[in-house]
T-cell receptor
Framework: GQNIDQPTEMTATEGAIVQINCTYQ??????LFWYQQHAGEAPTFLSY????GLEEKGRFSSFLSRSKGYSYLLLKELQMKDSASYLC????????????FGTGTRLQVFP | EADIYQTPRYLVIGTGKKITLECSQT?????MYWYQQDPGMELHLIHY???????EKGDLSSESTVSRIRTEHFPLTLESARPSHTSQYLC????????????FGPGTRLTVT
């Protein structure tokens, strides 16, 4: 079966650091994506991990452990505009066209 | 900057009407996708296409149909709208080769009364 788990909601303070976790149990694995989605808007691509380790891109970093079926998105120096939903999506093997999405984590950043 | 467009952005329509949701992209991407997303829920793939004249059904059963006559255009049609079709519909596209990052359009929020 396919299952992706993320916390439903998180809150944080402007300037702080927040870590959003994602665990997955899928029939195989061929890459993990993180997307940001502001309310009423389209998801936008943040990061892609296919090998174990940390990928850093500015204030955002994403980590993957394939043996643990685990990823996290780390947001540093939080800004008010970071208030959004963060979607974890896994691409199963043998079918590079499909992404399996989690329900997303809604992050609220307070001043 | 991704260039993928959807029209209309919002649509309220009565039961039984036929509707077409438009999606166009100017990036020359071969792959295109339609997702359905209810508030607070995950995206579900309903249709995708590898290129012109290619259409495939996704994981979520849908009564909609799609066509791909031109690379840049991937419209979705509901022959007879029902209240159960009320949802947000998101179109996306990606290149033929990896890492297959998908670019999303702004979405169409459909309400069927």
């Amino acid at each position: 079966g396919q299952n992706i788990d993320q916390p439903t909601e998180m809150t944080a303070t402007e300037g702080a650091i927040v870590q959003i976790n994602c665990t997955y149990q899928t029939s195989g694995f061929n890459g993990l994506f993180w997307y940001q989605q502001h309310a009423g808007e389209a998801p936008t691509f943040l990061s892609y991990n296919v090998l174990d380790g940390l990928e850093e891109k500015g204030r955002f970093s994403s980590f993957l452990s394939r043996s643990k079926g685990y990823s996290y998105l780390l947001l540093k120096e939080l800004q008010m505009k970071d208030s959004a939903s963060y979607l974890c999506a896994v691409r199963p093997p043998l079918n590079t066209d499909k992404l399996i999405f989690g329900t997303g984590t809604r992050l609220q950043v307070f001043p | 900057e991704a260039d993928i467009y959807q029209t209309p952005r919002y649509l309220v329509i009565g039961t039984g009407k036929k509707i077409t949701l438009e999606c166009s992209q100017t990036m020359g991407h071969d792959k295109m996708y339609w997702y359905q997303q209810d508030p607070g829920m995950e995206l579900h793939l309903i249709h995708y296409s590898y290129g012109v004249n290619s259409t495939e059904k996704g994981d979520l059963s849908s009564e909609s149909t799609v066509s791909r006559i031109r690379t840049e255009h991937f419209p979705l049609t509901l022959e007879s709208a029902r209240p159960s079709h009320t949802s947000q519909y998101l179109c996306a596209s990606s290149e033929l080769v990896g890492p297959y990052e998908q670019y999303f359009g702004p979405g169409t929020r459909l309400t069927v009364t």
